[in-house]
C-alpha cells in the first residue's frame, strides 16, 4: 500500500515561511502524478480543514479563504511531489498538516471532506508551529 509522507514543518516566527512537500513512500508503481492532491490542517481542539487542493494536471488550484493571498501549492509532476508554501505565516497557522491523494476532484470539492477514511491515500501529518 502506498503512503504518502509529508516534510518541511516545523517551527516559524509570525510573518515568516514553512514550504511543505508531499511525496509517495516510494512505492513501486505509485505515481503521485495520477492524483488530485489536497492539504488539510488539525490545530489543537479544532476541527480538521482544508487548506488548499490542486488537481492532477496541476491547471486548478482552490484555497481556503483565510490562506488567500499566502499559500500555495503547486505539483511537480516529473518528481511526483506537491508542496505547499507558507508565506507570512501568523499563530493560528499552527497545526498538523496532512496531504491527501485521490483520484476523484469531487472528493476536494469546497474541501469539505476532512476525514482520511474519504481519500484514497493520506498522510502522517507534519506539525507547523508558528511562534515568536
Known amino acids: 500500500q502506498p503512503q504518502l509522507v509529508e516534510s518541511g514543518g516545523g517551527l516559524a516566527q509570525p510573518g515568516g515561511s514553512l514550504r511543505l512537500s508531499c511525496a509517495s513512500s516510494g512505492f513501486i508503481g505509485f505515481t503521485l502524478s495520477q492524483y488530485n492532491v489536497g492539504w488539510f490542517r488539525q490545530a489543537p481542539g479544532k476541527k480538521r480543514e482544508g487548506v488548499a487542493i490542486?488537481?492532477?494536471?496541476?491547471?486548478?488550484?482552490e484555497y481556503e479563504d483565510s490562506v488567500k493571498g499566502r499559500f500555495t501549492i503547486s505539483r511537480d509532476n516529473d518528481k511526483n511531489t506537491v508542496s505547499l508554501q507558507m508565506d507570512r505565516l501568523v499563530p493560528d497557522d499552527t497545526a498538523v498538516y496532512y496531504c491527501?491523494?485521490?483520484?476523484?476532484?469531487?472528493?476536494?470539492?469546497?474541501?469539505?471532506?476532512?476525514?482520511?477514511?474519504?481519500?484514497?491515500?493520506w498522510g502522517q501529518g507534519i506539525q507547523v508551529t508558528v511562534s515568536s
Open positions: 490542486i488537481s492532477a494536471s496541476g491547471l486548478t488550484t
Open positions: 491527501a491523494a485521490d483520484t476523484w476532484w469531487g472528493k476536494f470539492a469546497d474541501m469539505g471532506r476532512t476525514s482520511r477514511q474519504d481519500y484514497n491515500f
